[in-house]
């Protein structure tokens, strides 16, 4: 587990296009159907690490006419996803530049408290979590979902692939966050002070064609240009012939016929 004093606490990931792409894949349906059942017409939501906005967007749709807001630390993903807002006509939404630890709203603001993928990358997510019940009105309802990379599994079996993993957790957890974060959100979400914790799990699994190509083509690419790579540079941990190598696998990984890939996440619905 990352420390919660880490001296970093940088996104592993970058916002190079090939993670926008993985990104803006992301719906309520494949990314918060946990939380869907829960969106009430009139509520208002605070979607933290929004990114792209497409999550952001289809909450706004779910719960007209409350009022959604997005936050990211990226001013050019913001730009980004108010655009995307503006041209699909989803007009109870707005997106800004925001700080998980210091967010710029009032105490008891929102019904609702959303964070899909972001909690792992933080290396003090308690912090982050009294934050947001600090933002909730009482009785408000906390949705966090992160993936969990120690339970990662795919065929048919891969050297690269296993390079690849072990490297993954190296950066992430040399950025200060906790690449196993899945895992540890029920534990985090109480140490925070919620109440009323309902914990699930949920996959990710990509195997057809298409899957295999779209998902293995953006990870061949950023295992190369995005900033995952110049932090697996930067903290020694690789070098670019090695990760050319890890793109390569997930290149093989996309054109096997058997390529299967599964990727396990815990799901934290709280009360504050």
């Given at each position: 587990?990352?420390?919660?004093?880490?001296?970093?606490?940088?996104?592993?990931?970058?916002?190079?296009?090939?993670?926008?792409?993985i990104h803006a894949?992301?719906?309520?349906?494949?990314?918060?159907?946990?939380?869907?059942?829960?969106?009430?017409?009139?509520?208002?939501?605070?979607?933290?690490?929004?990114?792209?906005?497409?999550?952001?967007?289809?909450?706004?749709?779910?719960?007209?006419?409350?009022?959604?807001?997005?936050?990211?630390?990226?001013?050019?993903?913001?730009?980004?996803?108010?655009?995307?807002?503006?041209?699909?006509?989803?007009?109870?939404?707005?997106?800004?530049?925001?700080?998980?630890?210091?967010?710029?709203?009032?105490?008891?603001?929102?019904?609702?408290?959303?964070?899909?993928?972001?909690?792992?990358?933080?290396?003090?997510?308690?912090?982050?979590?009294?934050?947001?019940?600090?933002?909730?009105?009482?009785?408000?309802?906390?949705?966090?979902?992160?993936?969990?990379?120690?339970?990662?599994?795919?065929?048919?079996?891969?050297?690269?692939?296993?390079?690849?993993?072990?490297?993954?957790?190296?950066?992430?957890?040399?950025?200060?966050?906790?690449?196993?974060?899945?895992?540890?959100?029920?534990?985090?979400?109480?140490?925070?002070?919620?109440?009323?914790?309902?914990?699930?799990?949920?996959?990710?699994?990509?195997?057809?064609?298409?899957?295999?190509?779209?998902?293995?083509?953006?990870?061949?690419?950023?295992?190369?240009?995005?900033?995952?790579?110049?932090h697996a540079i930067?903290?020694?941990?690789?070098?670019?012939?090695?990760?050319?190598?890890i793109a390569q696998?997930?290149?093989?990984?996309?054109?096997?016929?058997?390529?299967?890939?599964?990727?396990?996440?815990?799901?934290?619905?709280?009360?504050?």
């Open positions: 587990m990352a420390s919660q004093s880490s001296a970093r606490d940088a996104y592993t990931h970058g916002h190079h296009a090939s993670v926008l792409r894949w992301r719906t309520v349906e494949n990314s918060a159907a946990y939380l869907a059942p829960h969106l009430q017409a009139g509520a208002d939501v605070l979607d933290v690490g929004s990114g792209p906005g497409t999550i952001t967007l289809d909450l706004a749709r779910r719960v007209r006419p409350g009022r959604v807001h997005g936050i990211d630390a990226s001013a050019e993903v913001v730009a980004h996803a108010t655009g995307l807002a503006e041209s699909e006509g989803v007009r109870n939404v707005e997106f800004t530049v925001g700080d998980a630890y210091a967010l710029d709203e009032p105490d008891d603001r929102y019904d609702v408290v959303h964070a899909h993928q972001v909690l792992q990358h933080l290396a003090r997510p308690v912090d982050a979590l009294c934050e947001f019940r600090r933002v909730l009105k009482p009785g408000g309802l906390l949705a966090v979902r992160d993936v969990d990379y120690g339970g990662v599994i795919w065929s048919p079996d891969s050297a690269g692939l296993t390079r690849w993993l072990e490297l993954y957790h190296d950066v992430h957890e040399w950025n200060g966050g906790d690449p196993r974060a899945g895992r540890h959100l029920k534990r985090w979400v109480r140490e925070a002070g919620f109440g009323d914790i309902t914990a699930s799990g949920t996959t990710w699994v990509f195997a057809s064609a298409l899957e295999r190509e779209w998902w293995g083509g953006s990870w061949a690419e950023r295992a190369t240009e995005s900033q995952f790579a110049a930067e903290s020694g941990h690789s070098n670019p012939e090695e990760l050319r190598a696998a997930w290149r093989d990984w996309a054109a096997d016929a058997d390529g299967w890939l599964l990727m396990p996440h815990g799901e934290i619905l709280a009360r504050a």
